[in-house]
């Protein structure tokens, strides 16, 4: 018996030698681990930014891609060193309840709201009050993505801000639960309408191969502004948190060769973001 | 119908190509199935045998729980192994949060149940006629214990292949405690995730095949190995 | 003696299932053991085998007390089991597991091929096979070659050939008394077949309902029995016949009538009966179905069955048969006492 117990103690330092290796390598290099939403990954500008912060400061830059909500649960958890989304209220109540620290603005995009390319609900054009209104009075099928992300909350915020309410349990307001991507095939599915970053929408009318079954419908009202942050987490909550080297993140996000990279950067061929750091 | 052809095409590139996300994902899946099939071989093999080989008391109720883990779904895996290894978390000093590691935990975790139950039942359905006749031809203690393995070495083999396939296709766990992240962490499964996330579905399909050759050769390789046993 | 029972019992799960008074084997001899199913035959062959315990008595492997006894025969004492099993592994392994755990690495398979060759199966053919690859005869020879090998002390068999050709069966059998033969192996055998038994044996034991009744050839009458107003018992029979005894114990009893105490002449008329009448008899009308020899003696046993349901043995001396044309297929009379020995 005792054979036994002895493998499978054997077993279990294997695992946990491991694990120790594993941490000290990871020490050795300057890693700086953020938490980021999927929108923001999904436009690629991280991986075309990383190298040359790289480059710049040393420092290797790795980012998980969830949502808003969860971006913010790990920043209070310790878990990442520095947070950057797109959610300016949640944000600030993340730095009120002292979890970050260093909030700085860095760009923005923006918000458009597509539907199909006949338009029944006839909303072409229209202001963003004017056409959510129509939503709700017509019933019109609308997608929400209803997962706590960046997305979601503006989309929430846009229905409030504009007097509607008490539609969350409406059979034509659909949450799916889901990414941005995932809820336009649903809306594509139902002939509905969403509301998307501009970023997900370049991607996806070029995997429509420029000929999407949904399309652009409200844009340039400045109630889509989708502005971009980035957060150190609090060294006070946080101690083990690498603060400086998020700092330097944050400072260089800022600086001018940044900024320049950031405004010149390319979605398939077609501009993404405004830099507006400070 | 287009997606499949597209995959399927796609696949093959990929492979040929040398496509290095591609190849950093299937070294990444690779490396944690690994390592949860060794860890998880190591412990739940003698736990399974001492299940399925000894009476005591209590013994049918810890059969009854460790088929309920068989049930465990891998996202509330991953949520556990992300609470206690998270920094708030009781091992958070080490760090392993978004690192191969945790997923190789969180997939040990997975697969185990299913070693220690279908050994079990492997050293279960052992012939009576087994013990009687090794003790008769004069093996005791040890003896008897390592050859009865040996005898229900199939089914602690098809208990290996049933865990590993577990462990090769699970996603809940490898976004959770891995976190996706490119190059490190991207394994197969959660790069699948990714694209068709992303609505790039024929990508997705194409990973899977690969996935699915990766699945195959193991299960060519212990096909062989067993024919050989 | 090699083995001493001393009033032994032993139970499953509340049952009392053997028992035994006192029981002597010697070294070196013969044994049988015939009973019907159920009679405890194997569970006899078990606990010679020391396997298990015993739960009441002492049965004493070369003199030596409880512990030493299990100690010592582990590596002298071997049984082969009724149907034929074998370990997940070719035959080469299987027939050398037991030298190597006993630490015997020496000429591991020239002994297999000689153990092989004493079952009758070709080495060449065979040593290389799967446990899969084989015929429930030849992987009953083949556990049996794995015993052999060792050169028992003791080699216990629980039915050998029952489940096997009558190929393997004759080999197995040749295998056997070879065994005694050439190392002084001491066998107890338990089997249907006891027509061979009677033929090779030194003793036969019968076992009913887990008790030795004696050795030759008993018939055994089992119940139920009606008990009739004059205070005999009487079984009736499909055909009609009637078996009466006296002195039955209880409704369910089983008689045991010795071979010798069996009388059976030709024809349907119970015409010349070589008892004496001072007893009631039971006369039965049958069929002559076998002759055959118990070599000891010279004596010849003459089984007769009645109603096509009920075997009777009779013990027929050489010159009876000289007498009278008892020839199977024939027509006979079997005649026996009314009073005979009861089992409850």
């Known amino acids: 018996m005792h054979k036994f117990f002895k493998i499978a103690a054997m077993g279990l330092e294997l695992l946990l030698v491991i694990a120790g290796l594993t941490a000290v390598a990871a020490a050795q290099d300057k890693v700086l681990q953020m938490a980021t939403t999927t929108s923001t990954d999904n436009t690629g ?234 | 119908m287009q997606y499949l052809i597209d995959g399927l095409i796609t696949a093959i590139q990929l492979l040929l190509s040398g496509h290095p996300e591609t190849y950093s994902a299937v070294a990444a899946t690779l490396t944690v199935s690994s390592y949860a099939m060794l860890a998880s071989l190591s412990i739940g093999i003698p736990l399974g045998f001492l299940l399925g080989y000894y009476d005591f008391p209590g013994k049918r109720a810890i059969r009854t729980l460790v088929d309920t883990c068989l049930a465990f779904p ?156 | 003696m090699i083995y001493r029972i001393d009033k032994l019992i032993h139970r499953y799960g509340g049952q009392t299932v053997l028992r035994v008074e006192d029981l002597g084997i010697a070294r070196g001899s013969l044994i049988g053991l015939v009973g019907p199913n159920g009679s405890g035959k194997s569970t006899l062959l078990r606990l010679l085998a020391l396997l298990e315990s015993p739960s009441e008595g002492v049965i004493q492997f070369n003199r030596a007390g409880d512990q030493e006894s299990a100690r010592q025969a582990r590596f002298q004492v071997t049984l082969l089991n009724q149907e034929p099993y074998l370990l997940k592994r070719s035959v080469l392994e299987n027939v050398t597991y037991g030298l190597r755990v006993r630490g015997e690495t020496a000429l591991l398979r020239v002994r297999a091929e000689q153990a092989l060759r004493w079952v009758g199966l070709e080495p060449e053919r065979f040593l290389q096979r799967r446990w899969y690859e084989l015929s429930g005869g030849e992987a009953q020879r083949v556990a049996l070659a794995a015993r052999l090998v060792l050169q028992p002390r003791v080699l216990l068999l629980d039915e050998p050939i029952a489940n096997v050709d009558g190929d393997s069966a004759q080999r197995i059998q040749e295998a056997v008394l070879r065994a005694r033969r050439q190392w002084g192996t001491t066998l107890v055998i338990s089997s249907h077949d006891w027509y061979w038994l009677f033929e090779v044996c030194d003793t036969v034991l019968h076992l009913v309902k887990g008790r030795l009744i004696g050795s030759g050839v008993e018939n055994i009458v089992p119940g139920p029995w009606e008990r009739r107003p004059d205070g005999f018992w009487s079984k009736r029979l499909d055909d009609g016949q009637e078996i009466v005894l006296l002195g039955a114990p209880h409704e369910g009893a089983v008689a045991v009538i010795g071979s010798d105490q069996v009388a059976v002449a030709p024809g349907a008329e119970a015409a010349a009966v070589v008892q004496p009448d001072t007893i009631p008899q039971v006369r039965l009308t049958g069929t002559l179905s076998r002759l055959s020899l118990e070599r000891a003696t010279g004596f010849v046993f003459a089984t007769v069955v009645v109603a096509n349901q009920i075997m009777f043995t009779a013990k027929v001396s050489p010159e009876q048969l000289g007498g009278a044309p008892l020839y199977p297929g024939r027509r006979v009379t079997v005649s026996f006492p009314s009073a005979g020995k009861w089992l409850a």
Not at chain 1, 55 to 61: H, K, Q, R, V, Y
Not at chain 1, 170 to 178: A, F, H, I, S
Not at chain 2, 83 to 95: K, T, Y
């Open chain 2, 74 to 229: 891998t996202v509330l895996i991953g949520l556990l192994v992300y609470a206690f290894i998270s920094r708030r978390g009781p091992l958070g000093e080490f760090g392993l949060l978004f690192s191969l590691t945790a997923i190789a935990i969180g997939q040990t975790i997975l697969a185990l149940p299913v070693v220690i139950a279908l050994t079990a039942t492997a050293m279960e359905s052992l012939d009576r006629q087994l013990r009687l006749t090794l003790l008769t031809l004069g093996a005791r203690g040890r003896q008897l214990l390592w050859t009865s393995i040996w005898e229900a070495r199939y089914g602690v083999l098809a208990a290996t292949m049933n865990a590993y396939g577990r462990v090769l296709t699970e996603v809940g766990i490898s976004m959770m405690v891995g976190g996706n992240i490119k190059w490190h962490t991207r394994t197969i499964t959660t790069a699948i995730a990714l694209e068709t996330g992303k609505g790039e579905f024929a990508m997705g399909i194409a990973l899977g095949l690969v996935l699915m050759s990766i699945a195959f050769l193991v299960n060519l390789a212990l096909a062989v190995l067993r024919k050989r046993a």
């Open chain 1, 45 to 278: 500008l991280l991986d075309d930014l990383a190298p040359k912060f790289k480059a710049a400061t040393g420092i290797e830059l790795r980012w998980v891609a969830v949502g808003t909500g969860k971006a913010l649960e790990l920043g209070k958890n310790c878990d990442v060193d520095v947070l950057l989304v797109h959610a300016p209220g949640a944000e600030k109540q993340f730095v009120a309840d002292g979890y970050g620290v260093d909030r700085t603005q860095l760009m923005y995009n923006d918000f458009v709201i597509m539907g199909p390319r006949n338009d029944p609900a006839g909303v072409k054009g229209k202001k963003v009050a004017e056409a959510l209104k129509v939503f709700a009075e017509k019933k019109v099928p609308f997608m929400s993505r209803g997962d706590n992300s960046g997305t979601h909350k503006l989309e929430l915020a846009l229905w409030r801000q504009n007097g509607i309410s008490g539609i969350d349990q409406e059979p034509w307001y659909v949450q799916t639960g889901q990414g941005m991507l995932a809820t336009i095939n649903v809306a594509a599915e139902r002939g509905g309408y969403t509301l998307t970053d501009r970023g997900t929408f370049i991607k996806y009318e070029d995997t429509m191969k420029g000929d999407p079954p949904l399309v652009i419908l409200v844009e340039g009202d400045d109630q889509l502004f989708n502005q971009y942050s980035a957060m150190a987490v609090s060294p006070a909550k946080c101690p083990k948190a690498q603060y400086d080297l998020a700092k330097q993140f944050i400072h260089w996000m800022a600086s001018p060769a940044a900024q320049k990279a950031i405004g010149d950067f390319k979605l398939l061929g077609k501009p993404l973001f405004t830099a507006n750091a400070r």
